[in-house]
């Protein structure tokens, strides 16, 4: 079964520095994809980035990348120079790419603090 | 922006009535899917429509219902509302090519 595990619950990162949101994913499919959204306090799902299992370079989205490695079953999310408005949940997620439903497996998340 | 619009933003019911969520999805977007996330956890997949028909659903029992209409609005429908039905109500719509799936805003539930 797809199981996505992030171990962060909450993280407190000084404003302007880098910061690194762990994810590691378990699936028995060749193809899937793995996602991050950002989601503030107003509820919405904001999609950040997007990586394919076949993608061999690592996604980037302006100041977003995604740090994956297959061997390990990890897709960490970076935030370089990080801003106060970066302050949100963070969930990874995973979609494969065999099901006929378009079905996405969240997990529980990181709440991110960024201190001014 | 996302082009994908839910109604209405809150909502308050009491136990063992029934409600209806809408979703206004993107023009051209077959797919739509609802999601139910509880207070600190990640969303939960509820079921998909494709093009009218659902085609894929969670471990959500039948209560739980769902309609998509041609014009890509689509409706959850929840009856003999329990107390751990509160959540926030998500509904994603993803084109039929293209990794993305993108949601609206999300309807809170309170049930009382």
């Known amino acids: 079964a797809q199981k996505i595990t992030q171990t962060q619950p909450g993280m407190f990162v000084q404003e302007k520095e880098a910061v690194t949101l762990d994810c590691t994913y378990d699936?028995?499919?060749?193809?899937?994809?793995l996602f991050w959204y950002k989601q503030p306090s107003s509820g919405e799902m904001i999609f950040l980035i997007y990586?394919?299992?076949?993608?061999?370079q690592n996604a980037t989205e302006g100041r977003y990348s995604l740090n994956f490695q297959k061997a390990r079953k990890s897709a960490n999310l970076v935030i370089s120079a990080s801003q106060l408005g970066d302050s949100a949940m963070y969930f990874c997620a995973m979609r494969e790419g065999q099901s006929m439903v378009d079905k996405i497996i969240f997990g529980k998340g990181t709440r991110l603090h960024i201190l001014p | 922006e996302t082009g994908v619009t839910q109604s209405p933003t809150h909502l308050i019911k009491t136990r063992g009535q029934q409600v209806t969520l809408r979703c206004s999805s993107q023009?051209?977007?077959?797919?739509v899917s609802w999601y139910q996330q509880a207070l600190g956890q990640g969303p939960q997949f509820i079921f998909q429509?494709?093009?009218?028909?659902?085609?894929g659903r969670g471990n959500f029992p039948p209560r739980f219902s769902g309609l998509q209409f041609p014009n890509y609005s689509s409706e959850l429908n929840v009856n003999a509302l329990e107390l751990d039905d509160s959540a926030l109500y998500l509904c994603a719509s993803s084109p039929d090519r293209g990794p993305e799936a993108f949601f609206g805003q999300g309807t809170r539930l309170t049930v009382v």
């Open positions: 990586q394919g299992s076949y993608d061999e």
């Open positions: 023009s051209g977007h077959n797919t």
């Open positions: 429509y494709y093009r009218e028909e659902e085609n």
């Open positions: 699936t028995s499919d060749q193809s899937y994809g």
